[in-house]
């Protein structure tokens, strides 16, 4: 008998469950855009820095500027240090608030899914010539130059590597800001 009395005292007058707050997920959030960030300037530094010279017959210098697609990367990783550090500081004001708006969450996950599919075009097209430079492609007679530039080719595998950390992130921002947002709007 004393067991049916608590339920009725704790039970709502509605007959469902009491409404709990949706799970405030901006500190792993805040965590792993402050991930994108140190991925995206490690891979960018380690990008700029992979130049080589080497003689063959004559002097030849292996730059990432002489790829389009390694200039590609550059910008895709400059434009998200920027983007990160600017989600940093709505992921850090979203921690300070009990219930971010669900607007905030509907643009962070828009944005980031663009950045994540420039992120990916980028470390896909550098992966790709990266990928020419180490191997050659024999059926169209273009030969590996990484046995020749090998520091130069593994400041690109690296950066590329690191690239792809950032991408992968980025997915994983948006699946999380999904959540909550879903979270949010089915309480």
């Known amino acids: 008998m004393a067991s049916t009395d608590e339920q009725t005292k704790t039970a709502p007058?509605?007959?469902?469950?009491?409404?709990?707050?949706?799970?405030?997920?901006?500190?792993?959030?805040?965590?792993?855009?402050?991930?994108?960030?140190?991925?995206?300037?490690?891979?960018?530094?380690?990008?700029?820095?992979?130049?080589?010279?080497?003689?063959?017959p004559i002097s030849r210098d292996a730059k990432f500027q002489h790829?389009?697609?390694f200039i590609y990367l550059l910008v895709a990783l400059a434009v998200t240090c920027l983007y990160s550090i600017v989600t940093m500081f709505a992921s850090f004001f979203a921690i300070s608030s009990p219930?971010?708006?669900?607007?905030?969450?509907?643009?962070?996950?828009?944005?980031?899914?663009?950045?994540?599919?420039v992120m990916a075009s980028a470390t896909g097209t550098a992966g790709s010539v990266?990928?020419?430079?180490l191997k050659g492609n024999s059926h169209v007679n273009w030969n590996k130059i990484c046995n020749l530039y090998d520091k130069f080719?593994?400041?690109?595998?690296?950066?590329?590597?690191v690239s792809l950390v950032a991408s992968i992130t980025l997915v994983l921002l948006v699946v999380i800001s999904a959540y909550s947002l879903y979270r949010r709007t089915n309480c």
């Open 99 to 117: 219930s971010p708006s669900p607007k905030l969450l509907f643009h962070l996950i828009l944005f980031d899914a663009v950045m994540a599919g």
């Open 130 to 133: 990266a990928y020419v430079g």
């Open 153 to 161: 080719c593994w400041h690109i595998g690296s950066s590329t590597a």
């Open 13 to 56: 007058e509605s007959g469902y469950p009491p409404r709990r707050s949706p799970p405030n997920l901006f500190g792993i959030d805040f965590g792993l855009r402050l991930l994108v960030f140190a991925s995206a300037v490690t891979a960018l530094v380690v990008l700029v820095t992979s130049k080589q010279t080497k003689t063959i």
């Open 67 to 69: 790829s389009p697609a």
